[in-house]
């Protein structure tokens, strides 16, 4: 399973930006996709998430302002997050959980794309 993101870049605070990941390869079944971001120094965190017959999962910085969904005939996951501040700027990475015949799950993460908010 390939993951490719688009979407980063560099915007003013209080805009908006849209992050999408596509899934391509061999894809059985999708069991979530979502978002996580990170700084230089810092962890890899939740932005928001979406499995399959669940309800997003959003991180509470994310809760309000961004909206994450799911294009399920495209294995693609969109990530929409308003009024952007200097603290959202980061590395932000797509995952997804996908699980085989076999059912064995493997966890995906794409290369990342950076957001840079600039006050």
């Known amino acids: 399973v390939q993951l490719q993101a688009s979407g980063g870049g560099s915007v003013q605070a209080g805009e908006s930006l849209r992050l999408s990941c596509a899934a391509s390869g061999i894809i059985f079944t999708i069991n979530a996709m979502g978002w996580y971001r990170q700084v230089p120094g810092g962890q890899r965190e939740l932005v928001a998430a979406e499995t399959i017959g669940g309800n997003p999962d959003y991180a509470d910085f994310a809760r309000g302002r961004a909206t994450i969904s799911r294009d399920t005939a495209k294995n693609t996951v969109h990530l929409q997050m308003d009024n952007l501040t200097p603290d959202d700027t980061a590395v932000y990475y797509c995952?997804?959980?996908?699980?085989?015949?076999?059912?064995?799950?493997?966890?995906?993460w794409g290369r990342g794309t950076l957001v840079t908010v600039s006050s």
């Open positions: 995952k997804v959980e996908h699980r085989d015949l076999l059912g064995i799950v493997t966890t995906y």
